[in-house]
């Protein structure tokens, strides 16, 4: 049950700042200034902006909006609105140094504490239930996902190290290839989340006839029989646009990806490594997931079908939280955080199935879905038009299910993310389904 017990709130909130604030300090704290204002990718942000740009959303919402407090720095507001200045402009701006980002960060820091001590906590939207508090740690970390993919595009040596994920524990002997999800109406979306973000919201039916979903997201070795196929010469798996994109750029094989001789090697946080044939596989398109299920006979899930995988428990018919049930993820659940810098080998995570026995649902990859990114019956943008609303539409896909560089505060089984189909740098694999045909829809 949600707590409403503000001296809770204020503790959670509290620490859901501060495990993003420890976040941003490891990702922009491990390399110089140069590396910081510098533009490893025209795709990114310099490291600098994503950093000031943090604050800025704070000092916005949580100063100006929630306490009530005079701007403490206006003049910067344009330079960190993401809607005046695509990503490829932001080097040519008159960013903030790194000394004057970190000072302004934690003094906007300093305040908000403050604002949250002296905040009801109930009695408006933006404030209920520590909302605005909850909505800016979600916010800090998506944009620590975001350097995280900047760090990955960086050239250089590593400078980021983190311990290995766990590896699946076999006992059980091998997971059967897909699971049967029962044809019915289940409930999609939240109103009862309390941080839940616009886009989710709120609940309601969805019927989805019954269909087999892969029990594992696809693996790097599944993925390289496609490519030793010739999948990528093969005009027959792929979509238009998607063929468009295979010639434009000559794709081969997932970004990071190249062969040496008969051997795969991928590029990962400055190592270069062999391919580990059975870890999920990591950027690709929306366009190579398509053009995979094809050849493998499949499709996509829609994004229904994936919550209803994710969410739905066939012994009470209820939507729960999370695969596993209600309660929050730990490290025994789902590969989340930036605790690992890779997502766990297939099958790891029992602990996270389903109960019908889906695995790393949450954690590891973002799963593309076969949806267009659109809003529910009933949606209501708040607090801001610019999250959600404006993204609404045919150009954007939606991934689910979070990745290994996805805090918790930031993943839920409603949570939903949307990018173009084009895009390769994040952190995005898929899993497939099929019809279940009218022999089990019952
Ligand atoms: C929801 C991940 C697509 O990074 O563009 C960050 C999140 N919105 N600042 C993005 C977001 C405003 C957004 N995504
Ligand atoms: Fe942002």
């Not at 306490?67 to 507001?77: Q, T």
């Not at 995280?148 to 980021?160: E, K, S, Y």
């Not at 989340?193 to 039916?205: F, I, Q, S, T």
């Not at 018919?317 to 605790?339: C, K």
């Amino acid at each position: 049950e949600p707590t409403t017990d503000p001296e809770a709130l204020r503790r959670r909130a509290a620490r859901v700042l501060h495990t993003a604030r420890e976040r941003t300090h490891a990702l922009t704290g491990c390399v110089d200034d140069h590396d910081l204002t510098a533009q490893h990718s025209p795709l990114m942000s310099p490291l600098v902006w994503d950093l000031a740009h943090i604050g800025n959303q704070e000092e916005q919402w949580l100063l100006r909006a929630v306490g009530g407090r005079p701007a403490l720095r206006p003049d910067i507001d344009p330079i960190y609105d993401a809607f005046e200045h695509p990503r490829a402009e932001r080097p040519s701006l008159p960013l903030l140094p790194p000394a004057e980002a970190r000072h302004y960060v934690a003094e906007v820091r300093g305040r908000a504490l403050e604002v949250l001590e002296a905040s009801p906590l109930h009695g408006a939207p933006l404030v209920d239930a520590g909302f605005a508090f909850g909505m800016i740690a979600q916010h800090e970390q998506q944009h620590d996902e975001t350097m995280l993919i900047t760090h990955q595009l960086r050239r250089g040596p590593a400078v980021l190290t983190a311990p290995e994920p766990p590896r699946p524990d076999g006992a059980a002997g091998p997971l059967p290839t897909e699971v049967l999800v029962p044809g019915g109406p289940f409930t999609m979306g939240t109103s009862t989340e309390p941080w839940a973000l616009d886009n989710e919201r709120p609940a309601h039916r969805r019927e989805v006839p019954a269909f087999f979903i892969d029990t594992v997201p696809v693996s790097n070795g599944a993925y390289l029989r496609f490519v030793e196929d010739g999948g990528y010469r093969d005009r027959r798996w792929w979509s238009g646009p998607g063929w468009d994109l295979v010639r434009e750029h000559d794709l081969r094989a997932p970004l990071f990806w190249r062969q040496e001789g008969r051997q795969w090697l991928r590029r990962r946080f400055g190592v270069v490594e062999p391919v580990p044939a059975d870890e999920p596989v990591l950027h690709v398109s929306w366009y190579e997931a398509d053009a995979y299920a094809r050849w493998a006979g499949r499709r996509l899930p829609t994004e229904a079908e994936w919550e209803k995988a994710a969410r739905y428990d066939p012994r009470s018919g209820r939507s729960t939280r999370y695969p596993w049930g209600d309660a929050d993820p730990t490290p025994a659940h789902a590969n989340l955080g930036q605790r690992h810098l890779r997502p766990a080998p297939v099958g790891a995570y029992a602990e996270g199935a389903s109960p019908l026995g889906v695995r790393q649902l949450i954690g590891d990859v973002w799963e593309w879905t076969a949806s267009d990114f659109l809003p529910y019956p009933g949606f209501t943008a708040f607090p801001y038009r610019e999250y959600s609303q404006v993204f609404f539409g045919p150009a954007h896909k939606v991934l689910r299910g979070g990745s290994f560089a996805v805090d918790p505060v930031v993943c839920r089984g409603t949570f939903r993310n949307w990018d173009l189909p084009v895009r390769r740098q994040i952190f995005a694999g898929f899993r497939t389904a099929r019809d279940a045909g009218p022999e089990v829809a019952g």
